[in-house]
């Protein structure tokens, strides 16, 4: 006997699938919907663990390669990915830019004597790409860390809230995973990297001139352009280093008694969505990234002498900037010494001295 | 020279979902040949039933297979092909080659082939070919 509408028993078991399917969704709708949520943040922290094995096992494979240590470096690699900074504290921010400038300092010397005693034979060049080798090993090792929290917070507490948050912002989160997986090889091999577009710039315009060493790890070359002094940047490479522009570029301004009439800085740029890799554009204040420190010295500097500004970027994204530098990105060096060489012509005269940064990891780029 | 190795452990599959996966597919193969012997037997609305199922059960251990293929294909750091660029400034005679270990921009490098004077690496870079995506916008 029928119990429900409908003549034959296939239409009785659909009809009473969909009311029971409609029931269960009524009350368990949110429920299937967090473990929905759960298997996909699952399967981006299979990713991401398997990312942060490989970065363990290319540092140690390249510091083995290159640093011949003569005992397993593996333990002492695990305690490096495990390395934290502490930033100063904030509640009375007078002060707080040398505080973290001096803690920065700290934590870079501590950690090249690390690398230094990890990799005995390596070179300083050697010691500066396996450092950066072991930072992007340690960003994948903390990134893997804390979706892993939020992933067993949300399971335990079973809240759809932490669960929805952490799968709302894992596509960005992904995104720098994958860069840093990308750079991984790249520092391990010494090539340069998106980031270094304004070192690659300041590389062009100094090189076949006479460089000298400024603090702190940068280099600088007086180079006539235009009928004007210019004064080319650059952190010292082949290496991967930043240097410290903030102090370079305070150097050359205080060894030249502030009689400067421009500042320009290169840098690469983050690109947004459908914008084209390689674009140039020009604009006004100090180009740089990083914690801030030295863009506040950069700034006081020229605050003091009242020294104008300019600043011309080279647009990517982040995976193109920690990844082996793009071709367009390479190819954009030439347009923005055009662009450079118009500024200097428009806000400048003849005989002024001009400031010229290139700022960015200098990694695969000599001068 | 630039070396793109693939780790064992990205190759496997789960051996515990591959053999429900395998199960699956198994039953789903019973019901189907069910489905024609329901048929040669004129149960014509039982045939049907288990052809549903069969083909829905196929459907979905096929899936899960291809799905965890792909997964696996995407755990991989790719080394992507990156290309050193050499030249001769007093000749202008440029090359391209693969980058080398220890190859850095500015680095001088052995004779030149035409001109005997020391030739540079002038750009090291790699070449992306997107895929052309066609936005409003």
Known sequence: ?367 | MVESKQTSTADKISTYLLTIVMIILALSIVALLWSVMAFTAGQTEYAGFLLIVGFIAMGLSVYVLFQSRRRVSDLKINAPKTMTTVECKKCAYKSVREFQRGDYVYKELEKCQKCDDKMIITAIYREVKEKEKTYAF
């Not at chain 1, 900074?85 to 040398?98: E, K, L, N, R």
């Not at chain 1, 082996?324 to 400048?348: C, G, W």
């Open chain 1, 1 to 367: 006997m029928a119990f429900l509408p409908g003549g034959d028993i296939i239409s009785q078991i659909i009809y009473a699938a969909s009311i029971m399917l409609f029931v269960v969704f009524m009350l368990y709708g949110q429920r299937i919907q967090m473990y929905v949520m759960i298997r996909e943040v699952e399967a981006s922290l299979y990713k991401l663990k398997f990312m942060k094995e490989e970065g363990r096992k290319i540092a140690i494979e390249t510091i083995k390669e290159i640093g011949k240590p003569p005992t397993d470096p593996s333990p002492r690699v695990d305690r490096y990915l495990e390395y934290f900074t502490i930033s100063p504290q904030s509640m009375d921010p007078a002060g707080i830019v040398y505080k973290l400038d001096h803690i920065l300092d700290v934590r870079d010397t501590r950690l090249k004597d690390e690398v230094k005693l990890m990799a005995p034979a390596g070179d300083e060049v050697q010691v500066n790409n396996l450092e950066n080798t072991l930072e992007a090993a340690m960003a994948l090792n903390y990134i893997f860390k804390v979706v892993r929290h939020f992933y067993i917070q949300g399971k335990k507490t079973l809240s759809l809230y932490v669960i929805m948050q952490l799968q709302m912002i894992l596509p960005l989160v992904m995104k720098e995973a994958e860069a840093y997986a990308s750079a991984l090889k790249a520092f391990a091999y010494g090539q340069p990297i998106g980031d270094g577009a304004g070192p690659l710039v300041a590389a062009k315009l100094m090189h076949g001139y006479e460089i000298r060493k400024v603090p702190k790890d940068c280099v600088v070359a007086t180079v006539p352009m235009e009928g004007r002094t210019t004064f080319i940047l650059k952190a010292e490479g082949p290496g991967g280093n930043v240097g410290k522009p903030g102090d370079a570029v305070q150097a050359v301004i205080e060894e030249n008694e502030g009689k400067i009439a421009n500042v320009i800085m290169i840098d690469a740029g983050l690109k947004l969505e459908g914008e084209t890799v390689g674009e140039v554009s020009e604009g006004i204040g100090a180009a740089i990234g990083g914690p801030g420190v030295d863009q506040y010295k950069i700034e006081e500097a020229l605050a003091k002498y009242q020294i104008p500004i300019n600043a011309v970027i080279v647009k990517e994204d982040i995976g193109d900037a920690v990844s082996p530098m793009r071709k367009e990105i390479s190819d954009s060096a030439d347009k923005v010494i055009e662009r450079v060489k118009n500024v200097i012509l428009e806000r400048t005269k003849e005989g002024d001295k001009v400031i010229i940064v290139g700022v960015g990891n200098t990694i695969g780029i000599g001068q």
